[in-house]
């Protein structure tokens, strides 16, 4: 190692400048005389920096140094107490034994226990070195066991319960609990079993050896070479036998090299090197032993010469570096080098070790250097290497597993933050799958932990989520009374519950809300059955969000797959509200995953193309087209129409499936007489239209209608004749806030779904003993289902067009599901419902053979599927005027519908409501 030049004006006593330089005194003055090096000393204090530095990769071997001195001369036991307890920082781990004032009585034992006092102490800038094998053993030489088995406190048992307490280190008597009361008994057994029961069987389970992850420190007793282990069978055989008294019958030497043995054997693990835990990786230094004083009648003899023995006799390296200063020689003869060839006489000792230990030579691991009194001393200049210990590597320093940590939490908490907020979490332990998508809250959930949309004006849509949460805990409660007889289904509700610009006063989204209404009322019939009616099936609601016009649907649906996968119960999808080119790759996913979809609102044409499992529950839009033109043509008897279409915020006609084919429809059958074909966008003026006395079709979505009527408000007294719009305008119709606004001069006529499920027609159908539509007001008007209550006598909001529908929807697969259910168990209904044994393909088909046989019943009224078509035929569609639109209070007249509404009929045709 190349000796290292002092700077400049440092004063470290290896030059005569420096500060005294700059003070003006001679540059010969010597150094202090603290800082006096001996003959050697430089070379010494070099080796024993190069020894103590930790390699970054291996271990180094140590000697065992044995440094003879003049007699009567201390200066070299000084320069290394000196050196080893320099530094404020990160310094060598070193522990001093000066034997020159011990008693002659001190043993191996006694001077292990001061070596293992100091090294344990938390004083050198680093972990403190941890000690586990050698003070079980320490502590076992104190113990004192009575000789007479038959005491009530002798033998193993003694050892066995002072064993645990020590291991425990309990302090203190167990705490006391009043057990007058039938909870202070309870609380007292408990506290016995963490206290006494738990901990004894856990030091059973150590002590036996058998268990590989506890116990480790008493399996290295049983394998470890010293005092045959193995005749005691047990570790605890093992322990009595180094209890005083007991081991009288032991070879001395061997205890001796056991304790030393464990004592070296906690330096290795405490200096063993795990890439997990960066802060083996902080041990830089190996710790130094020094021994001053070292005569052949007193301990440091013997202590070297085990030292030498167990390193020889167990094969193992260990990272303690050794150095005893005597004036006699070794106990093992070996020829001594000069200090002044230190460097030297360690090369050589490390060539030859292999074979010494190979042969097992007596002093394999000493190496002798001598101090001479007519040496030269240390050149001026050079200053001694500080016994320091090196700075860890980057990565094991303290600072960076807290650097790590807080760039991992911040790194989450910025994938969290876009992938989840506060009201748009995960909940682990319900059904809820939710995660940020474009600022949405896209997913799924069964719970009021989840609901979705925290947005001003949406109480209602809230509340309806939580009405169908609260329900499903009834439902599963119900089933479980039932022994899990009753058929158990699970729908999913998919739309798009988020992403409207709304105003405070604003309700945004009717049809979802009205749908999610319409399926809470069918699960709520079902809540409503006897108790005893097995064959009744129970219906489980999950309301899934898609985002803005079913944007994120692809997401929804990969998340609804694992849970279709999961639950064998989910058998269909009712919803996805909007005809768009994102709803139809929707149905497409839906359809590879197996799940049916049962669409109430629906229309756009060939959708059904899109999936073999499609199911719509409202007219297609050719036959929208085709009775609105029939309605010019022979109610309004008027010649030519002008058609406006919008298509949404973000949207085009390419993507608006609904308005695009509806559009298509309306050129399709008004031919030539359709004279103006034209987008209309907000802020577009129309003073053209006004007094138009054709058919003005608004063709377009329900949230630009509000601006198309306010631009029509310049007309003043002068208004279109006949203003008609498409069924998208309900969601309008159904929001008192924004119909305040609209002309009062100017009636509206909309088309509409379910025309058979408004409160006139569920009440005349009610008194003419209808009993689907009967119970569907009853369950409607029920105090404990909607809020508020629909069709209420004299008060009370109306049914909204989409309650019925989405109604129809759900039982539709209920009743498909209890035929089913009732051919599998055949007339024994009181066995328990197995979900696997129908699947959503099953129920599907199921549906199907029930509509051949007639249609299904519905509600809005009959729903009848041409053979391999998802469209239905001939549904109920109509006409509904409003002759001024901000009266919110006058229900909308029926003029004109199309399609049947009980019975089958071929051709049904179109007609005028009052007259034909």
Request: hydrophobic share 40%.
């Amino acid at each position: 190692m190349p000796l290292v030049p002092v700077a400049p004006g440092v004063d470290n006593g290896a030059t005569p400048g420096g500060d005294h330089a700059r003070t003006g005194e001679p540059a010969t003055r010597p150094r202090p005389a603290r800082e006096q090096l001996p003959a050697g000393g430089l070379e010494l204090l070099t080796l024993l920096a190069r020894l103590l530095r930790r390699p970054r990769r291996g271990d180094r071997k140590l000697p065992l140094l044995w440094l003879l001195r003049p007699a009567g001369d201390g200066a070299v036991a000084a320069l290394l107490r000196r050196y080893t307890a320099r530094g404020t920082g990160r310094r060598v781990p070193h522990a001093v034994l000066d034997l020159t004032d011990r008693p002659p009585t001190d043993d191996v034992a006694t001077a292990l226990r001061e070596l293992h006092r100091q090294l344990s102490l938390e004083a050198f800038g680093a972990p403190r070195l941890r000690f586990r094998h050698y003070p079980l053993a320490d502590w076992l030489m104190h113990q004192t066991l009575a000789v007479d088995v038959d005491a009530a406190d002798s033998g193993r048992a003694s050892l066995v319960r002072r064993l645990r307490d020590w291991r425990g280190r309990r302090v203190g008597d167990d705490p006391q609990v009043g057990g007058g009361s039938g909870l202070g008994t309870a609380l007292q057994v408990l506290l016995w079993l963490l206290r006494r029961a738990v901990p004894s069987v856990v030091f059973r389970i150590a002590v036996s050896g058998r268990v590989p992850v506890v116990g480790r420190q008493y399996r290295w007793f049983m394998r470890q070479q010293y005092l045959a282990p193995r005749q005691s069978v047990t570790f605890l055989g093992f322990a009595e036998r180094l209890t005083a008294g007991w081991r009288d019958g032991e070879h001395p030497a061997q205890v001796e090299k056991l304790l030393l043995h464990a004592f070296l054997e906690d330096l290795r693990l405490a200096y063993r090197r795990r890439f997990w835990r960066p802060g083996d990786w902080r041990r830089t230094a190996y710790p130094v032993v020094l021994l001053d004083g070292v005569r052949p009648d007193n301990v440091g003899h013997t202590l070297v010469r085990i030292f030498d023995e167990v390193r020889n006799e167990t094969g193992r390296n260990d990272p303690l570096l050794l150095v005893a200063v005597a004036a006699d020689p070794p106990p093992e003869p070996a020829a001594p080098r000069p200090l002044t060839q230190a460097e030297e006489a360690y090369e050589e000792w490390s060539e030859a070790l292999p074979e010494r230990r190979r042969l097992r030579r007596p002093g394999a691991w000493l190496m002798v250097l001598a101090a001479e009194e007519d040496a030269a001393g240390v050149p001026p200049g050079v200053a001694p290497p500080a016994l320091v210990a090196p700075d860890p590597p980057w990565w094991a320093r303290r600072f960076l597993p807290a650097a790590v940590a807080l760039v991992l939490l911040a790194g989450v908490g910025v994938w969290a933050h876009g992938r989840w907020a506060s009201d748009c979490r995960p909940w682990p332990t319900d059904r809820v799958s939710v995660r940020l998508v474009g600022g949405e809250c896209v997913g799924y959930s069964d719970t009021a932990g989840q609901v979705f949309n925290n947005e001003p004006g949406q109480d209602r849509l809230r509340a309806v989520q939580r009405r169908i949460f609260a329900q499903n805990r009834a439902t599963e409660e119900v089933w479980r009374r039932s022994d899990h007889r009753r058929p158990y289904l699970t729908l999913v509700y998919l739309g798009s519950l988020t992403g409207n610009r709304t105003r405070a006063d604003e309700e945004s989204y009717v049809s979802e809300r009205e749908e999610l209404e319409g399926m809470a009322t069918a699960q709520y019939a079902l809540l409503k059955e006897s108790a005893a009616a097995d064959d009744a099936a129970l219906l489980h609601i999950v309301v899934a969000n898609a985002g803005r016009q079913m944007r994120h649907a692809g997401d929804a649906v990969r998340m609804l797959e694992g849970l279709a996968r999961d639950d064998p119960t989910v058998l269909g999808v009712v919803g996805l509200v909007d005809s768009r080119t994102s709803t139809a790759a929707a149905l497409r996913e839906l359809n590879r995953v197996g799940l049916p979809v049962l669409a109430p609102t629906l229309s756009a044409d060939r959708m059904d193309e899109n999936s073999s499992l499609y199911l719509a529950m409202s007219a297609p839009n050719r036959e929208q087209a085709r009775m609105v033109e029939t309605y010019a043509r022979q109610v309004l008897r008027v010649g030519e129409a002008h058609v406006y279409w919008t298509t949404g915020e973000g949207s085009s006609l390419t993507d608006d499936l609904y308005v695009g084919t509806l559009v298509d429809g309306l050129r399709e059958r008004f031919g030539d007489r359709l004279t103006r074909l034209d987008e209309w966008r907000s802020g577009r003026r129309l003073t053209q239209e006004c007094g138009y006395s054709g058919m003005l079709f608004f063709a377009g979505r329900w949230s630009e209608f509000d601006g198309f009527l306010r631009a029509l408000k310049e007309c003043g007294a002068d208004p279109p004749r006949h203003l008609v719009a498409d069924d998208s305008v309900n969601r309008y119709m159904a929001n008192a806030g924004l119909r305040a606004s609209a002309p009062g001069n100017l009636p509206v006529t909309y088309v509409s779904k379910a025309s058979l499920a408004t409160c006139a027609a569920l009440r005349a159908a009610q008194a003419a003993r209808d009993d689907a539509r009967g119970s569907f007001l009853t369950w409607i008007g029920a105090a404990d289902l909607l809020d508020p209550p629909r069709c209420r006598e004299g008060a009370g909001p109306p049914v909204g067009e989409r309650v019925s529908l989405a109604y129809d929807a759900a039982m539709m697969m209920v009743r498909a599901l209890e035929s089913l259910a009732a051919r599998l168990r055949h007339a024994d209904t009181g066995r328990r419902w197995e979900p696997r044994a129908v699947n959503p393909v099953g129920v599907h088909a199921e549906v199907l053979r029930q509509n051949a046989a007639g249609g299904y019943p519905g509600v809005s009224g009959l729903i009848r599927y041409a053979p391999d078509a998802g469209e239905p035929v001939a549904k109920r569609l109509a006409l509904l005027t409003v002759a001024k639109v901000p009266d919110v209070a006058a229900a909308p007249t029926e003029v004109f519908h199309c399609g049947v509404a009980d019975t089958p009929v071929p051709n049904p045709g179109c007609a005028r409501v009052g007259g034909r």
